[in-house]
């Protein structure tokens, strides 16, 4: 006798919002996680453990899922057997070779190796680890977290072992059993249906059948296919990140960018469904004529099969055609984009946090006390959308302030800003349905000292983005990153009450940048890498 799975469709209040944040989370709302829902505490309590884990522990995917490969296996529990096989394989970038192998408590790695030896301990004698253990783990590079860590992934895995076995759960993956020794899942029976496309893909195993297509002037129809890889894409790839509504990235694709046109490709399976994307920036403005931008999507279900390779191998041969010598793209730090791009050329070239202010949960005095500290010679201003005139060409001199901002290895090149540049960057925003506000420092002097820029996107949604936050080196040391940066979080909380997070990003060694924020309270959430390929010339 099995237990009851509640359906999403039917599913009200706390439980149907339990379900998209399970969709967020894995991609999909499996079996498990309908049974989970008997008891919304327990399915919510199984979500924050394992979006916590994901998002602020220090084991990489493929080391947590060789994990629950092993626990899995010594379990004998097929239903979480099969979830891990194909995520292991398919999400985390395992091999079929290294996914049995983690079944066994092996790995080649030394340190992934002393990982599952001692989580292959802690399962066959239930916890009791030998001294001797523990010590082979620290020898082995483990921290004393570390080793916590992967107890509590241990622990979370024979939980969701019990629980399929118990409640005779259906398997709704490509099936794998126990008894038998191949972890390469068949996609054939893959819920593909519910499945989300990841932005990164694996080395070619398999031979692909996508066709590759250049999108000239993007219909409608295109855009909608093109928002259905992205917005799977980013809820797979980035749990709590806002997913774009099909009207920004209508907009995003349709609409002219600064000091860039934009070149794009649309992958399809024989189906004629939409299974990856690729979209490449190309710089015109003076100093970044060498520089072109990537973004890259592929389904998961369709990876390792070459579609990411296609697309890929598509874009540098326009960045040859283009005359680029550097391509960068933006992926998640040590996550299966960032292994993919580097097994193509690609190198880490600057590392970024990001960080999220929550206002609702900011000591909204502090906030003000920042604010309405004096600054001797300074006075503040701010704006919605364009520059006032008389402020445009002080404001132009701003921005140019930029140009030392720390970029790592990237061969970023440089920008120069006059007003009419600023004016127009203010009308790209205007045009995509997006509001930019502004709030800056002018010195008695009347130049501009320093300002900081926010994003809200069109809809109003609850979180908003960081642009630009510059001092202009001869006023830096008087506190007004901080002043100008807490003044705008006092004109968000006042005049759009339904904003209730900003996200920034910094490279890691912007120090000055990163204490400010830190002071202000924004929390680091998640890390990224700006990668870079050296476009070789044939």
Same mark, same amino acid.
């Given at each position: 006798m099995s237990l009851h799975t509640v359906e999403p469709e039917i599913a009200t209040g706390e439980t149907a919002a339990l379900f998209t944040a399970t969709h967020r989370a894995l991609g999909v709302i499996p079996n498990l996680a309908r049974v989970m829902a008997n008891s919304p505490a327990v399915l919510k309590g199984y979500l924050g453990v394992v979006t916590t884990l994901s998002a602020e522990g220090t084991l990489p995917a493929d080391v947590r899922e060789s994990i629950a490969l092993l626990v899995a296996q010594e379990n004998g529990s097929d239903y979480c057997l099969s979830v891990h096989a194909f995520r292991g394989t398919v999400v985390a970038g395992l091999s079929a070779a290294e996914a049995t192998s983690a079944r066994r408590g092996k790995a080649d790695a030394p340190w992934a190796a002393a990982v599952l030896e001692l989580a292959a301990a802690t399962v066959r004698d239930r916890g009791t680890v030998a001294d001797e253990q523990l010590a082979a783990a620290r020898r082995a590079g483990l921290s004393d977290g570390q080793i916590v860590e992967v107890i509590a992934h241990v622990s979370l895995n024979v939980f969701t072992n019990y629980l399929a076995t118990a409640a005779r759960i259906d398997v709704d993956w490509p099936l794998v059993r126990h008894t038998d020794w191949t972890s390469a899942p068949s996609t054939r029976n893959a819920p593909s249906v519910r499945r989300t496309p990841d932005s990164t893909t694996k080395a070619v195993t398999l031979p692909t059948s996508a066709q590759v297509n250049p999108l000239q002037h993007v219909s409608a129809a295109e855009a909608i296919a093109w928002h259905r890889v992205v917005a799977a894409s980013t809820a797979h790839d980035l749990p709590g990140v806002p997913v774009p509504d099909p009207g920004q990235v209508h907009a995003q694709l349709t609409q002219p960018a600064l000091g860039s046109r934009r070149l794009m490709w649309l992958a399809t399976g024989t189906d004629g469904l939409p299974i990856g994307v690729a979209a490449l920036r190309v710089f015109t403005s003076a100093g970044q004529e060498h520089l072109a931008e990537l973004e890259l999507?592929? $389904?998961?279900?369709?990876?390792?099969?070459?579609?990411?390779?296609?697309?890929?191998?598509?874009?540098?041969? =326009?960045?040859?055609?283009?005359?680029?010598?550097?391509?960068?793209?933006?992926?998640a730090a040590d996550g299966p984009g960032e292994a993919f791009s580097g097994r193509r050329g690609f190198r880490r070239a600057l590392a970024l946090s990001h960080l999220v202010l929550r206002l609702d949960e900011t000591d909204g005095a502090d906030l003000l006390r920042i604010a309405d500290a004096k600054h001797p010679g300074y006075r503040l201003t701010g704006w919605t959308g364009t520059v006032p005139d008389d402020l445009a060409a002080a404001f132009a001199a701003a921005k140019n302030a930029m140009n030392d901002m720390p970029v790592g290895d990237l061969d970023y090149g440089s920008v120069a800003w006059d007003a009419d540049r600023v004016r127009a960057m203010a009308a790209v925003v205007a045009d995509r349905g997006d509001t930019l506000l502004t709030v800056a420092a002018v010195h008695d002097s009347g130049s501009m000292a320093g300002y900081t820029e926010i994003l809200i996107p069109r809809g109003a949604p609850p979180r908003v983005q960081q642009y630009d936050t510059a001092v202009v080196p001869e006023h830096r040391g008087h506190g007004l990153g901080?002043?100008?940066?807490?003044?705008?979080? @006092?004109?968000?909380? =006042?005049?759009?009450?339904?904003?209730?997070?900003?996200?920034? $990003? @910094?490279?890691? $060694? @912007?120090?000055?940048?990163? =204490?400010? @924020?830190?002071?202000?309270?924004?929390?680091?959430?998640?890390?990224?890498?700006e990668l870079q390929l050296d476009v070789p010339a044939t």
């Open positions: 999507h592929v $389904d998961p279900a369709h990876r390792r099969r070459g579609t990411g390779s296609l697309l890929l191998s598509a874009v540098v041969a =326009a960045c040859r055609a283009e005359s680029r010598r550097s391509l960068i793209a933006t992926a901080l002043w100008v940066k807490a003044t705008m979080a @006092n004109r968000l909380r =006042a005049e759009y009450p339904a904003v209730v997070e900003i996200e920034t $990003d @910094n490279a890691d $060694d @912007n120090v000055h940048m990163l =204490a400010v @924020n830190h002071r202000l309270g924004f929390r680091s959430y998640r890390r990224t890498c």
